[in-house]
């Protein structure tokens, strides 16, 4: 067997072990994208209010929120307002379940809370099959199957690539054999690079599902303690964030989990790029009343090259960047990458059925 057939071999278990799992992972991705939009067109009226001409006090709807829902945990305001009729988001976790809470961001009325929502069972069901760890654990392997299946395929496919995109390789619909072998070509080439940055993106946001202690840890050791209040005026940190970074523009606030870890403060900078995400600069401060005590600051320009590349590939991953444009085209290329796990299964098991047709043939040739 030739190097370009032992590839082909390989091209063809990979995506076998993977086919599965990746065409769920992709018909997932494809609704994810418009998770936002999904969700406040579900729930309209707890993602939009009537505009006020104050600015939003974010201490004061902390603690009022925080009396409103003594039972909830809160994690963070998980998105503030950028637009004047938009809610605050906040995080939280109710019973051992986690959820978002909706509030006015003017008069702090609590609009609502979601536990278990469609685009929350989406994610779940994308990143872990309903299977906690060992499903984070088996989407890794997923995403390693993809990138290896990617790579094989443009060294088995590479003469056919540049036809393709030129749309020079034509699809014979004659039949489903001719059907499915032009429609795997056309679309791998197509979603080759954007498979390539899937696959590699996901499998660096998800290095973690290879801690065995933390897969094998019992799920009463995961029972998270209450978490400790706010002391820190959280308006008089966005304040010392902005002043620390001229033109910052706040986009999320996470609370303390520990008695003794501090307030975070993030946001975009002022003329910064699109692929560094909308968090990409970040304060931390610590929990105590009074003046604002700054711990650590880690602001964009200071960024490493390391720290780049993660903010790249999770802007990358996510695609929520460039407006509804770039979400559809990212829906219709992991709707065409669901399309290619299936034709890649029928594939094999043409060439299988083939395969035993001639098994059988040569054995009453034989006899």
């Known amino acids: 067997m030739n190097l370009k057939r032992r590839l082909f071999t390989l091209h063809s278990w990979l995506g076998l072990c993977g086919g599965l799992g990746l065409l769920v992972i992709f018909l997932t991705g494809s609704l994810m994208v418009f998770r936002e939009e999904l969700s406040e067109r579900l729930h309209p009226e707890l993602f939009r209010v009537g505009v006020a001409k104050a600015d939003p006090a974010y201490d004061l709807l902390y603690r009022q929120a925080r009396a409103a829902e003594p039972a909830a945990q809160f994690y963070s305001f998980r998105r503030l307002p950028q637009a004047a009729d938009e809610s605050l988001e906040i995080r939280i976790n109710e019973r051992g379940e986690a959820g978002r809470l909706f509030v006015n961001p003017y008069d702090g009325r609590v ?5 278990a929502s469609f685009t929350d069972q ?7 099959f309903f299977l906690k760890e060992l499903g984070k654990l088996l989407s890794v392997f997923c995403g390693l199957a993809l990138l290896g299946s990617v790579v094989t395929g443009f060294i088995v496919y590479r003469r056919h690539l540049l036809g393709a995109l030129l749309f020079r390789t034509g699809i014979r619909w004659q039949n489903w054999r001719t059907a499915s072998s032009g429609l795997h070509r056309v679309l791998g080439s197509w979603a080759l690079v954007f ?17 065995l202690q933390k897969l094998l840890q019992d799920e009463r050791d995961k029972k998270e303690k209450a978490l400790p209040e706010v002391q820190a005026n959280l308006d008089a940190l ?8 001229p033109g910052l523009q706040v986009t999320r606030i996470n609370f303390p989990r520990k008695p003794d870890a501090p307030v975070v403060v993030m946001g975009r900078a ?4 699109w692929l560094w995400g909308s968090a990409a600069s970040k304060f931390e401060f610590s929990n105590v009343p009074g003046p604002p005590q700054l711990k650590k600051a880690f602001r964009e320009r200071d960024l490493g090259p390391a720290q780049r590349l993660d903010f790249v590939l999770r802007t990358l ?5 460039g407006g509804l444009g770039v979400k559809i085209l990212y829906s219709l290329l992991a709707l065409s990458s669901a399309v290619l796990s299936l034709t890649g299964y029928l594939l094999w098991w043409r060439r299988r059925r083939h395969a035993g047709r001639r098994l059988v043939r040569s054995r009453r040739v034989a006899a």
């Not at 304040?239 to 620390?244: D, F, G, K, N, S």
């Not at 002022?270 to 790029?273: C, E, Y």
């Not at 991953?317 to 960047?321: I, L, T, V």
Request: a positive charge; aromatic letters at 16%; proline letters at 0%.
């Open 111 to 115: 609009l609502g809370k979601r536990f």
């Open 122 to 128: 989406l994610i779940v069901l994308h990143s872990t």
């Open 195 to 211: 498979n390539l940055v899937l696959a590699a993106s996901g499998f660096w946001m998800s290095f973690d599902a290879f801690n």
């Open 238 to 245: 966005m304040a010392a964030a902005q002043r620390l970074e």
């Open 270 to 273: 002022q003329g910064s790029s």
């Open 317 to 321: 991953h996510f695609g929520q960047y």
